[in-house]
């Protein structure tokens, strides 16, 4: 059989069979004319035949059985999309019965009992009450130091260093901006072109 003519839609039910029957493809002739079959040792012209037929039969049985496969899962699948279930709803319910299956299973109620005899351990409690207080210290702690922090900034504020410093800045920013205030519509040199490029830098 020409390859070219074989069914290779993957889907197909009949995918890679050879329709033909091998009493169907040609032997060669021989220099009489007579076209001889050349036989497997030990097997009659009678056998092969009998092989031959029953060899077509089981190819039939097999077609057969592909094609009634393929209607039942076509009536299957219609009875599920009247039932209202997806292939996702499916995939939720697997997924579910999986879990169930996980949470019934001898190592994870073993698992879970373990857990429980920690959980009610004393060396549990007192770990969690250690963490606990610990925990407890250190935010306290942290708002110690949050507070130290900003009644230091207060002070610095206060101090004549920073005075003088903020003094020093305001003189600074006076003579590079000059007098003007916020909202003056004084421009500076390089805002000489009204047209300016809206791009935010």
């Known amino acids: 059989m020409d390859s070219a003519s074989q069914d290779i839609n993957l889907n197909s039910p009949n995918k890679g069979l ?90 994870y109620l073993s698992a879970s009992s373990t857990l429980d005899d920690i959980t009610h351990s004393e060396v549990y409690k007192k770990t969690q009450e250690t963490l606990s207080q610990a925990g407890q210290k250190t935010s306290a702690a942290f708002t110690t130091v949050g507070s130290a922090i900003s009644r230091k900034l207060g002070d610095m504020r206060n101090s004549p260093t920073f005075k003088s410093f903020e003094d020093k800045v305001g003189n600074i920013k006076t003579k590079v901006v000059g007098g003007r205030t916020n909202g003056d519509g004084v421009q500076s040199p390089s805002e000489s072109n009204p047209v300016q490029d809206k791009a935010p830098f």
């Open 18 to 107: 050879v329709s033909d029957s091998l009493s169907e493809v040609p032997a060669e002739t021989g220099a009489s004319g007579v076209t001889p079959v050349t036989l497997p040792p030990g097997l009659t012209e009678e056998e092969a035949e009998e092989l031959r037929t029953e060899l077509t039969k089981v190819e039939e049985e097999i077609q057969t059985l592909r094609q009634v496969l393929l209607a039942k899962e076509r009536h299957a699948s219609e009875l599920k999309r009247k039932l209202g279930l997806s292939p996702l709803t499916e995939l939720k319910q697997n997924i579910s019965k999986g879990w169930q299956d996980v949470q019934t299973s001898n190592a």
